[in-house]
C-alpha cells in the first residue's frame, strides 16, 4: 500500500517532476500568431485562469461535474455529497466527447445525445477534508470515486443564440458507473482468467474504470476505452499465486494509486487475482437504448486503450484504431470479419465480436505493416505462454512484444481523414527515450513535445496490412533548434506540445488538443487547428487556450461543424503538488474554480460547447 496518494501525473510521466510549474507572471511563449490565416485570428499562448476563444466566438457550459443526469437527482453540494448521489449526477474528469444526432439516423446539428466518459478523480479536489493519504480514505469516499466514473449520456439542444444546455427529464439520460453490470463478450468471454468471485462464467463484470478516449460507431454506439486501469488493484502482484497471471499482471504494471481495495474485495488482489484482467478493454454503449448493457469487446485485446477510431473500409469491414499510451507501447488496428449492413442494426452489434487484431511496425524506409495478433501463427503458441486466442488478446501487450512491433512514444488518439481517408496517429511524448533508442517514427530522444504520424494504408484500403508513413508534424517551437520541430517546414506558427485528442472537421483540417504543456512549455493546455493538404499544411494555429490546470479532451462537432464540443478534464490539477515544488491545489485553495469562480465551489470538469456568434461554421 502507497503510503500516501501519489500524483497520477507524476507516475505517469516518470521524471517529469524536477519540471517546476509556473503559475504567475507573463506567458513567456508569446510568437504564437499565424499571420493570413482565414477564420480566425489565432490565439496565443496563455497561463490565464480562464478558457479563451477567438474573437468572434462565444462558449457555453453544458454539463459540469455534479449536474443532475437522471431525473430526480439533486445538483452537486460538494459538502454533502454521497454516492448515491453521484451515481444520479454527471462524473468526474470528462474526456471522450461523442454527439450522436436525435432521432438516431438524423443529422441533426441541433438536437443530440452528448456521450461522455469520466477517466479519474481527483479526491485532493472533490472532497473538503482529506489529507491525502489513502489509508484515510473512507468507505463512503471509495463509493463515490467509484459513481463519479464510468459514462454519461445527456440529451442536449441547441439555443437560438447558438448557446448549448442539456434537457434535465430526458428519457435518454443515462449513467454507467463503476459499479453498473456489464458484459463481456468476443474470444476471451468465458476464459477461465476472466472469471470471478462475482462471476463464475467469466462473462460479466460490474463497471468499467478509466475511460479515456473512443470512438462512435457508423450505427450509432459509442466506444468508450478503458486506459489506465492498472492503477486499482491492491494487494500485490508478487502475491498472485498463479504465475501465468502473475506475468501479465507485471507487464501491465497492476498496482495501487487509489485505496480502492481496503473497502471493496474485488479490488484485492489476493483475494481476487482475476480482477485486474477483466479491465483494460474497448466497451460498447448504445446510449439510443438506455436499457441495453454495454459490453466490453475482447476481439479488440486488452491494452490501456487510448481512441478506438472507427473507419468503414470499401467493402464494409470495421476498422478501429487503437493506442496503447505508455511509453514504448504499441500502435493497433482491428478488422471485423464481418461487414457493416446499414439495414441490420442488431447484426452491426455483433461486428466487433469477431476479426483480426494487428499491431504495427514502422520500418525506418517509410513503410510498414500491421502485424496480425493470431493464436498459433508466428510466435504465438504454447511454447511462448500462449494457450489460446483468448490469451492472445488477455495479454496483447506480449503478443506485440513477440512480434516485433514498434514501441512508440506514447499513442494516443487517432483520427481519419474524411476526404484523403490518410490516418494520423498521435504520439504525445516520451521523456524516457534515451538517445540510442530513436528510430524514424520516434526520433527525438527525451520527447517532451510529441509528434503525429501521417499513415496511409496500401492502395487507400483500410483493412490493408502495409501502409507508409511520415512525421506530420513534431511538436515544440521550430524556431528553438533545440526543439527540432516541424510544420512541414512552417516557422510562423502557433507551437504546441504534447497533443493528445484529434478530430477532422468536414473540410479536412484536424483538430489537435494537448494534455501536458503546463510541463513542457508553461502554458495552458489548448486547441489547435493544423491544416492537413494544400499550401497551408502543417500549420498550426491555435485556437483554445484552457483555464490553469486543465487538459483539454473530447473534440467532436456537429454534423453541420457550427458546434465544437470539448472536455475541460481535471481543471485546477496541480501537477506536480507531491513533489513539494510545484503549486498545491486543494479543495479549500484550489488553482482554479473554473467554470462557476464561486468561492464556495471547487473547480468542476466540465463539457463547453464552442460557436461563431455569427452563427458560421466554426474554423472557417
Ligand atoms: Fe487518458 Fe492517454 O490519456
Ligand atoms: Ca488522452
Ligand atoms: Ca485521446
Ligand atoms: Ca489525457
Not at 324 to 341: H, I, N, Q, T, W
Not at 344 to 368: C, E, K, P, Q, S
Not at 577 to 598: H, Q, V
Request: proline fraction near 8%; charge should be positive; include cysteine.
Amino acid at each position: 500500500m502507497l503510503a500516501r496518494y501519489l500524483s497520477r501525473r507524476r507516475l505517469l510521466e516518470e521524471g517529469m517532476a524536477g519540471l517546476v510549474l509556473a503559475l504567475a507572471g507573463p506567458p513567456p511563449c508569446s510568437r504564437a500568431q499565424a499571420a493570413g490565416s482565414p477564420g480566425f485570428a489565432a490565439l496565443t499562448h496563455s497561463t490565464e485562469d480562464r478558457l479563451l476563444v477567438p474573437a468572434g466566438y462565444a462558449y457555453s457550459v453544458v454539463v459540469r461535474w455534479g449536474d443532475p443526469v437522471i431525473p430526480g437527482a439533486p445538483g452537486l453540494d460538494p459538502r454533502t455529497q454521497t454516492p448515491r448521489k453521484q451515481a444520479l449526477q454527471f462524473g468526474y474528469n470528462c474526456d471522450c466527447v461523442g454527439f450522436l444526432p436525435l432521432p438516431r439516423g438524423a443529422r441533426s446539428s441541433a438536437r443530440g445525445l452528448l456521450v461522455v466518459n469520466h477517466e479519474y478523480t481527483n479526491p485532493g479536489l472533490m472532497f473538503p477534508r482529506w489529507d491525502g493519504r489513502i489509508e484515510r480514505k473512507t468507505r463512503e469516499m471509495v463509493e463515490i470515486e467509484l459513481a463519479a466514473h464510468g459514462v454519461s449520456v445527456v440529451e442536449a439542444q441547441r439555443e437560438a443564440s447558438g448557446a448549448w444546455r442539456y434537457v434535465r427529464r430526458s428519457p435518454y439520460n443515462r449513467r454507467l458507473t463503476g459499479e453498473t453490470r456489464m458484459a463481456i463478450s468476443g474470444p476471451a468471454a468465458g476464459h477461465p482468467w476472466l472469471k470471478s468471485s462475482y462471476d463464475s462464467a467469466g462473462t460479466l463484470v460490474r463497471g468499467t474504470l478509466n475511460n479515456c478516449s473512443g470512438g462512435t460507431t457508423p450505427w450509432g454506439t459509442v466506444l468508450t476505452c478503458e486506459e489506465n486501469f492498472h492503477f486499482y488493484f491492491g494487494g500485490t502482484v508478487e502475491g498472485v499465486t498463479d504465475q501465468s497471471i502473475r506475468a501479465v499482471h507485471r507487464r501491465y504494471g497492476v498496482q495501487d494509486l487509489y485505496g480502492w481495495a481496503r473497502h471493496h474485495t474485488r479490488f484485492d488482489m489476493s483475494r481476487e487475482p482475476h480482477e485486474p484482467l477483466r479491465f483494460g478493454w474497448v466497451v460498447e454503449v448504445d446510449p439510443y437504448d438506455p436499457s441495453s448493457v454495454p459490453v466490453k469487446r475482447t476481439a479488440l485485446g486488452r491494452f490501456k486503450h487510448e481512441a478506438a477510431t472507427v473507419v468503414l473500409a470499401r467493402r464494409g469491414h470495421v476498422v478501429v484504431y487503437s493506442g496503447d499510451d505508455e511509453p514504448f507501447e504499441y500502435l493497433y488496428k482491428f478488422v471485423s470479419a464481418g461487414r457493416y449492413d446499414p439495414a441490420n442494426r442488431a447484426g452491426n452489434l455483433r461486428l466487433l465480436d469477431a476479426g483480426t487484431l494487428y499491431v504495427a511496425r514502422f520500418r525506418d524506409d517509410g513503410t510498414g505493416e500491421w502485424l496480425p495478433l493470431r493464436f498459433g501463427q508466428g510466435p504465438l503458441i504454447p511454447a511462448n505462454g500462449f494457450a489460446s486466442q483468448a490469451e492472445v488478446l488477455i495479454n496483447a501487450r506480449r503478443a506485440a512484444d513477440l512480434l516485433g512491433a514498434t514501441k512508440m512514444d506514447r499513442p494516443e488518439d487517432v483520427a481519419v481523414h474524411p476526404q484523403t481517408g490518410k490516418v494520423y496517429a498521435v504520439m504525445t511524448n516520451n521523456i524516457a527515450r534515451g538517445a540510442d533508442q530513436v528510430d524514424r517514427a520516434n526520433p527525438r530522444p527525451d520527447n517532451r513535445f510529441g509528434h503525429i504520424i501521417e499513415l496511409s494504408e496500401e492502395a487507400g484500403e483500410h483493412t490493408a496490412t502495409r501502409f507508409r508513413w511520415g512525421i506530420f508534424i513534431a511538436c515544440g517551437n521550430p524556431n528553438n533548434p533545440h526543439h527540432r520541430a516541424y510544420y512541414q517546414g512552417h516557422k510562423d506558427v502557433s507551437w504546441l506540445a504534447t497533443p493528445d485528442n484529434v478530430a477532422f472537421d468536414a473540410a479536412g483540417r484536424l483538430w489537435i488538443t494537448t494534455d501536458g504543456q503546463p510541463a513542457a512549455i508553461k502554458a495552458n493546455d489548448g486547441v489547435y487547428v493544423v491544416e492537413t493538404e494544400g499550401p497551408g499544411r502543417g500549420l498550426a494555429r491555435m485556437f483554445l487556450s484552457g483555464p490553469v490546470g486543465c487538459e483539454v479532451c473530447g473534440p467532436a462537432f456537429t454534423p453541420d461543424n457550427r458546434t465544437f464540443f470539448v472536455a475541460i478534464q481535471h481543471p485546477g490539477e496541480a501537477p506536480y503538488e507531491e513533489s513539494g515544488r510545484g503549486k498545491a491545489s486543494t479543495f479549500a485553495n484550489p488553482i482554479s474554480r473554473f467554470p462557476d469562480y464561486r468561492a464556495d465551489m471547487p473547480p468542476r470538469p466540465s463539457v463547453v460547447a464552442i460557436y461563431r456568434q455569427d452563427g458560421g461554421k466554426v474554423g472557417s
